[in-house]
């Protein structure tokens, strides 16, 4: 089934939850695929991914990430969300885990990269993702250079800190990064959400960027654009990120919360300590 979803993928449509979706691409064009992974092993293909640990911190996060079956693992059949076999990238409440830089921890959680392993230059990235609801998740799905940040730029393919309504898509880079001009929120059509199966995508050249969700173009940004803030950091080598947060920065300017945990409300620690806080991902594609 997956090997027919990615022949569709390299065609016309994206073939989602919601339905099918025109990509916008020409019936002529010839797409090659660099990438495809379907989380079809009996656990995490260690040849495509790395797994980061306990020595990764940014962004007031409320998280530590963890190398753990508990917290990066795959699932088949009713586990998977409808669909055959997912990655899962599960948060748990774990008091006092780990001090670290001055701080406690009490939760764990997955973060994922392809550095080294898989590094692309232009093309299309997509992931078919199904998103936790609680206010101060921060699953993201984004792509980082190889270098130094932010001057070898970001890519925001999506990111979402628990309003299920809308996701985020940013780019970062010298100039315009942190509090970047370079940012959308897309906000879904009535009877969606991001509970639902999405594939979220971008199409990147040396001209620029489109953003999608499910084939829809929801944001384009032209090399000029950047320009004004910048120089253009988006002509090298991007590795792919897949992480849960929790908490931190980004969700606390959304909702304002600061106890228990900073931009994690109580009604969120509840979700995790009840199993809840599960990303699943089908798929992710990289085409050129």
């Known amino acids: 089934m997956k090997k027919l979803v990615r022949k569709i993928l390299l065609g016309i449509f994206f073939t989602t939850g919601g339905g099918v979706f025109a990509q916008d691409l020409p019936v002529e064009k010839k797409t090659d695929t660099i990438f495809f992974e379907d989380f079809s092993g009996s656990s995490l293909d260690r040849s495509k991914w790395n797994v980061e640990g306990t020595d990764f911190w940014v962004n007031n996060e409320q998280q530590i990430y963890i190398d753990s079956s508990a917290t990066i693992f795959t699932v088949k059949g009713a586990e998977a969300g409808g669909v055959e076999n997912a990655l899962v990238?599960?948060?748990?409440?774990?008091?006092?885990?780990?001090?670290?830089?001055?701080?406690?921890?009490?939760?764990?959680?997955?973060?994922?990269?392809?550095?080294?392993?898989?590094?692309?230059?232009?093309?299309?990235?997509?992931?078919?993702m199904k998103l936790p609801e609680g206010s101060g998740y921060w699953p993201a799905f984004w792509a980082l250079g190889g270098g130094d940040w932010p001057a070898t730029g970001e890519i925001d393919i999506m990111e979402y800190v628990g309003e299920?309504?809308?996701?985020?898509?940013?780019?970062?880079?010298?100039?315009?990064?942190?509090?970047?001009?370079?940012?959308?929120?897309?906000?879904?059509?009535?009877?969606?959400?991001?509970?639902?199966?999405?594939?979220?995508?971008?199409?990147?050249?040396?001209?620029?960027?489109?953003?999608?969700?499910?084939?829809?173009?929801?944001?384009?940004?032209?090399?000029?654009?950047?320009?004004i803030y910048g120089n253009w950091a988006f002509d090298n080598p991007k590795y792919l990120i897949l992480n849960l947060a929790l908490g931190g920065a980004y969700p606390y300017k959304t909702n304002g919360v600061e106890e228990p945990y900073n931009g994690l409300p109580q009604s969120t620690v509840d979700l995790i300590k009840e199993g809840k806080a599960e990303v699943l991902v089908d798929w992710v594609l990289i085409t050129q």
């Open 164 to 227: 299920t309504d809308w996701i985020g898509v940013a780019l970062h880079g010298p100039g315009y990064s942190g509090e970047t001009p370079l940012v959308n929120k897309y906000f879904f059509p009535e009877g969606e959400d991001v509970t639902d199966w999405h594939v979220y995508s971008v199409d990147w050249t040396p001209e620029g960027f489109n953003f999608r969700v499910d084939g829809r173009l929801i944001y384009r940004v032209t090399k000029p654009m950047v320009e």
């Open 89 to 128: 990238l599960k948060a748990h409440y774990s008091p006092n885990y780990l001090n670290y830089r001055g701080n406690d921890f009490d939760f764990i959680s997955g973060r994922i990269n392809t550095r080294d392993k898989v590094m692309f230059t232009y093309g299309t990235a997509a992931a078919r």
